[in-house]
């Protein structure tokens, strides 16, 4: 089994530590921090959402008084789809480039 030392205390610990058992210093090297699956699926889904929000607002003409709730309606709609589009986007790149 493959060890690394605290830079902080010297202790010997685990690689895939994010801390040192002892003294809690962060261990350099260690697999606990990177990015995700899951954060790279979340980002993605963020980026769709807004950004189709961004479209949908910029793009598409508001109604008058008796269409404003069909056009929130069909706004949220568009947005929830093209997060979840998003997020399946990014779990097919997070799968790609990100190793756990």
């Known amino acids: 089994m493959q060890t ?3 830079p902080n205390c010297h202790a010997i610990c685990s690689p ?3 801390t040192c058992f002892k003294c809690r210093a962060p ?3 260690s697999g606990g921090g990177g990015l995700t699956h899951s954060t790279v699926a979340n980002l993605t889904a963020m980026i769709f959402a807004v950004g189709m929000m961004a479209a949908l ?4 003409p508001m109604k008058a008084k008796d269409g ?3 056009n929130a309606l069909a706004t949220g709609i568009m947005v929830g789809l093209a997060g979840l589009v ?15």
């Open 16 to 18: 895939s530590d994010p």
């Open 68 to 70: 404003i709730i069909t």
């Open 4 to 6: 690394v030392m605290c």
């Open 27 to 29: 261990i350099a090297g």
């Open 86 to 100: 998003g997020r399946v986007v990014g779990w097919v790149i997070g799968v790609m480039i990100c190793k756990s």
């Open 57 to 60: 607002v910029a793009f598409v």
